[in-house]
């Protein structure tokens, strides 16, 4: 069950604007070019951002999130229809022969047990040709994230077009390394209304990715750093290798 950041109708449809600039996507816009991906599976596409700026680059795109509410948000963007959205877990895309599949916006933390991180391992393994790339990110765990998350003045409101303003108000509430969660509390100064929404995450060492992919049939080409984001991220880029 997705989070109600995710989930949640009011909170898919204010998602972008508090997520800001996402000049994250461009880096796998790059490698997409790097590795000459013509068809690329979104897991965890959320509400759509990389997946139509892949489509606006002429590529055949494929994008998969199990919260429906994000999902209305994605296809609200793709009016004619160039993207195959799918809601749901990624093992429930067909085997689809693509060249590329990624996980932006560290999608790979939300897989939290050992079992949950394989099958998604595995369901993407099924989905990509042979010598297919899978590209992802996650925080690296020695950044210790979340001191910073505690540490902010974490309340922001912005105004945003067809909700009016919307307070955010982020805490964290647990640390049990290797999981952090964290709540995020909106409250729509329009109606009153407010929603809630908790998350868990979990940060794996570069090794235990390292491991699992080498275990899911998978070879991993290089580890780089996150260029907007100098020395927080992991950037794997890995290939199916049978
Ligand atoms: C932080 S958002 C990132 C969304 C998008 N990739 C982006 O960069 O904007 C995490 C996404 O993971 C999705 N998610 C949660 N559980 C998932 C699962 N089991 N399989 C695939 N996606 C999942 C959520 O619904 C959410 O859309």
């Known amino acids: 069950m997705p989070d109600a950041i995710f989930a949640h109708p009011r909170l898919a449809a204010i998602y972008d604007a508090f997520d800001g600039d996402r000049c994250d996507l461009t880096t796998y816009l790059n490698i997409a070019d790097e590795l000459g991906a013509d068809r690329v599976l979104d897991v965890g596409c959320g509400t759509g951002c990389l997946a139509i700026l892949l489509a606006d ?101 912005i105004e945003i077009p067809g909700s009016g303003p919307v307070e955010q108000r982020r805490e964290v509430t647990d640390v049990s390394l290797p999981f952090v969660s964290f709540r995020y509390t909106y409250r729509f100064l329009s109606d009153g209304m407010v929603v809630t929404s908790d998350s868990t995450l979990r940060f794996r060492s570069r090794d235990e990715v390292e491991a699992s992919l080498t275990s899911n049939g998978y070879q991993v080409q290089d580890v780089r750093d996150a260029p907007d984001r100098p020395g927080r991220e992991f950037m794997f880029i890995a290939e199916r290798i049978n």
């Not at 993207?83 to 895309?93: A, K, P």
């Not at 595995?122 to 210790?144: N, S």
Request: hydrophobic residues 45%.
């Open 57 to 157: 680059s002429g590529r055949d795109v494929v994008a998969v999130d199990p919260a429906e509410a994000s999902l209305e948000v994605a296809r609200s963007k793709d009016r004619i229809g160039r993207i195959t959205w799918v809601h749901g877990e990624v093992t429930t895309v067909p085997s689809r022969s693509v060249d590329l599949a990624v996980m932006t916006g560290n999608v790979a933390q939300v897989f939290l047990t050992d079992d949950d991180w394989a099958q998604a391992l595995q369901g993407i393994h099924a989905a990509l040709r042979p010598a297919g790339h899978l590209v992802f990110e996650t925080r690296r765990p020695e950044r210790r994230a979340w001191e910073d998350w505690a540490a902010d003045a974490a309340q922001l409101t």
